[in-house]
Every structure is written in C-alpha cells, then in structure tokens.
C-alpha cells in the first residue's frame, strides 16, 4: 500500500512558493497574530513538545521554537519542509522537519504535549483515507 499523498493540484499550488511570506502580505498578518493569540492561550508555558501538523514553511513553528518550545513540524508539501529547514538552520530552533502526513504521523502517542493542525483541515474535508479530489485547493 502506498503512502498518501496530497492531490497534484494542491502539491501544484503550493510548489508555487507563495506561502512561506504569506502570513507578512496583505491582511494575513492579522491571521498570524490572532492564531499565535489562541495558541498561546492554550498552550501551557514551555518547555514542552508541539507537533506542527501541516506546518507549511514554518511560521508557526519556528515562533513557537523561539519562545522555548521543542517543535516538529510535518507537511506534506517537500518545498515547506526545505524552507522551514533553510529558516531553522538560520536559527538553529525546530527540533525536526519532516514530510509527512497528517493522518500518518510517526510520533508515538503522547510523546508531545500540544499538536497544531492549522493546514490540514483546508484539505482534508472528507472522512476515509484517501484525500478528497477537487477543482483546486481550498483557500486558493
């Protein structure tokens, strides 16, 4: 049985590379702010461990990372992974980056205290296994 893998259409849209600056462009950057608001009301202090499911190029993550958590971001979409790599290495933070999918995750279970899912939940709007097909990705 083969891995999953998004649709060539979203892995399409997201190989475009607009998404690692799209949280500073437009009004995303209000986005950015009220999400880091919600995490950090409820997440506990760190230190602690946090999945960042669908992480994309690492905004999250990396913020999280600085204010001393231990982050492992997973996506699906190879480019996400190398420019969250590329920023990590600049500052040394994400414990791990990975491809990987959401509905597959190689962590044991509870061996993290909090799991972001920001990403995924555009995309995977079906029950089952398989990813839903569809005209273009959410979002776009």
Excluded at 57 to 64: D, I
Excluded at 73 to 97: K, M
């Amino acid at each position: 049985m083969s891995e999953p893998r998004p649709p060539d259409e979203v892995l399409g849209y997201y190989a475009l590379g607009g998404e690692r600056d799209r949280l500073d462009e437009s009004y995303f950057p209000l986005e950015r702010e009220r999400t880091r608001e919600l995490v950090l009301r409820h997440l506990a202090p760190p230190p602690g461990v946090v999945l960042d499911v669908g992480g994309g190029a690492g905004a999250h993550a990396l913020w999280l990372a600085e204010r001393g958590y231990e982050v492992h971001l997973v996506d699906p979409v190879p480019l996400h992974v190398e420019q969250a790599e590329e920023a990590s290495r600049a500052t040394g933070r994400l414990a791990s980056a990975r491809v990987g999918d959401a509905r597959r995750l190689d962590f044991a279970d509870g061996s993290a205290d909090a799991a972001l899912l920001l990403g995924p939940l555009y995309h995977l709007t079906a029950r089952g296994t398989a990813w839903p097909r569809s005209p273009r990705p959410a979002g776009c």
